[in-house]
C-alpha cells in the first residue's frame, strides 16, 4: 500500500523567503507524484508532477520539486514566496500501472505568507 | 472548454435525507474520480467510474453510499440517510484515459452539511 506524508501541518514564510513544503511517500516501487494546491473553497489545481524522465520537475507559479528516490522524497521549493502562494498544498502518489489513476494523498500543509 | 462542473456548490441535507451530487467531467472526459475531503484532512478516494461501469469502489463505505456514470449525463454520488459524519466536502475529478500519468483535472467540489 502506498502512503504520503507531509512534515509540517502549517508552514509560515516571509515573503521573499524561501517556500519548503516536505512530502515523504512510501511505495514498493517508485510512483507517480503529484503535488496540487488548493485555494480556500475551491477545487485542487495541478502545479506539477513527476512520471519519468528529469528529476527536477519545474511547475506553474515559480514552484519546483525534486524526486529523490534514494529518500523517497518529492519536496516542493520555490525560491521567493508570494502573498498569492498562501494557500493548502498536497502532495500525491499513485502507481505507475496503467488503468486506475487513483490518487494517494498526504494530509495537506497550510501556507502562510507574512509580510 | 469548461472544466469539471459540480453542483451544487453547497448542500445542506438534514439527518437521514438524501443528498444527490453531481459531476459532468470535461468534454472529452470519460473516467470520473470521487474524494471526500473530511475537515483538516486531505482527500480520500472513494470510487472511479467510466461510463456505465464501476472500476473501483474500494473507498467507498459500504451502506448508504452509492455511485454511478450513466451513458448518457452526469456522474452522480448518491449518499442515502445522511448523518453528521458525512459532512464533507466532495470533489469530483475526471481524465481522458487511463493510466497515462497525466493526472487529473478537479472540480470545485460540492460542500455537504448535515444539520
Same mark, same amino acid.
Given at each position: 500500500?502506498? +502512503?504520503?506524508?507531509?512534515?509540517?501541518?502549517? #508552514?509560515? #514564510?516571509?515573503?521573499?523567503?524561501?517556500?519548503?513544503?516536505?512530502?515523504?511517500? +512510501? +511505495?514498493? #516501487?517508485?510512483?507517480?507524484?503529484?503535488?496540487?494546491?488548493?485555494?480556500?473553497?475551491?477545487?485542487?489545481?495541478?502545479?506539477?508532477?513527476? =512520471?519519468?524522465?528529469?528529476?527536477? #520537475?519545474?511547475?506553474?507559479?515559480?514552484?519546483?520539486?525534486?524526486?529523490?528516490?534514494?529518500? =523517497? +522524497?518529492?519536496?516542493? $521549493?520555490?525560491?521567493?514566496?508570494?502573498?498569492?502562494?498562501?494557500?493548502?498544498?498536497?502532495?500525491?502518489?499513485?502507481?505507475?500501472?496503467?488503468?486506475?489513476?487513483?490518487? $494517494?494523498?498526504?494530509?495537506? $500543509?497550510?501556507?502562510?505568507?507574512?509580510? | 472548454?469548461?472544466?469539471?462542473?459540480?453542483?451544487?456548490?453547497? %448542500?445542506?441535507?438534514?439527518?437521514?435525507?438524501?443528498?444527490? !451530487?453531481?459531476?459532468?467531467?470535461?468534454?472529452?472526459? &470519460?473516467?470520473?474520480?470521487?474524494?471526500?475531503?473530511?475537515?483538516?484532512?486531505?482527500?480520500?478516494?472513494?470510487?472511479? !467510474?467510466?461510463?456505465?461501469? *464501476? *472500476?473501483?469502489?474500494?473507498?467507498?463505505?459500504?451502506?448508504?453510499?452509492?455511485?454511478?456514470?450513466?451513458?448518457?449525463?452526469?456522474? *452522480?454520488?448518491? *449518499?442515502?440517510?445522511?448523518?453528521?459524519?458525512? &459532512?464533507?466536502?466532495?470533489?469530483?475529478?475526471?481524465?481522458?484515459?487511463?493510466?497515462?500519468?497525466?493526472?487529473?483535472?478537479?472540480?470545485?467540489?460540492?460542500? %455537504?452539511?448535515?444539520?
Amino acid at each position: 500500500a502506498q +502512503s504520503v506524508t507531509q512534515l509540517g501541518s502549517h #508552514v509560515s #514564510v516571509s515573503e521573499g523567503a524561501l517556500v519548503l513544503l516536505r512530502c515523504n511517500y +512510501s +511505495s514498493s #516501487v517508485p510512483p507517480y507524484l503529484f503535488w496540487y494546491v488548493q485555494y480556500p473553497n475551491q477545487g485542487l489545481q495541478l502545479l506539477l508532477k513527476y =512520471t519519468t524522465g528529469a528529476t527536477l #520537475v519545474k511547475g506553474i507559479n515559480g514552484f519546483e520539486a525534486e524526486f529523490k528516490k534514494s529518500e =523517497t +522524497s518529492f519536496h516542493l $521549493t520555490k525560491p521567493s514566496a508570494h502573498m498569492s502562494d498562501a494557500a493548502e498544498y498536497f502532495c500525491a502518489v499513485r502507481n505507475t500501472n496503467f488503468g486506475n489513476e487513483k490518487l $494517494t494523498f498526504g494530509t495537506g $500543509t497550510r501556507l502562510t505568507i507574512i509580510p | 472548454n469548461a472544466g469539471v462542473m459540480q453542483n451544487p456548490r453547497h %448542500l445542506v441535507r438534514r439527518r437521514g435525507q438524501e443528498a444527490r !451530487l453531481r459531476c459532468s467531467p470535461m468534454k472529452g472526459h &470519460s473516467h470520473v474520480y470521487w474524494y471526500r475531503q473530511l475537515p483538516e484532512e486531505g482527500l480520500k478516494f472513494m470510487v472511479y !467510474l467510466q461510463k456505465e461501469n *464501476i *472500476i473501483d469502489e474500494s473507498g467507498m463505505p459500504k451502506e448508504r453510499f452509492s455511485a454511478e456514470f450513466p451513458k448518457e449525463g452526469p456522474s *452522480i454520488l448518491r *449518499i442515502q440517510q445522511v448523518v453528521r459524519g458525512d &459532512s464533507a466536502a466532495y470533489f469530483c475529478a475526471s481524465s481522458p484515459s487511463e493510466g497515462l500519468g497525466y493526472g487529473y483535472t478537479f472540480g470545485s467540489g460540492t460542500r %455537504l452539511t448535515v444539520v
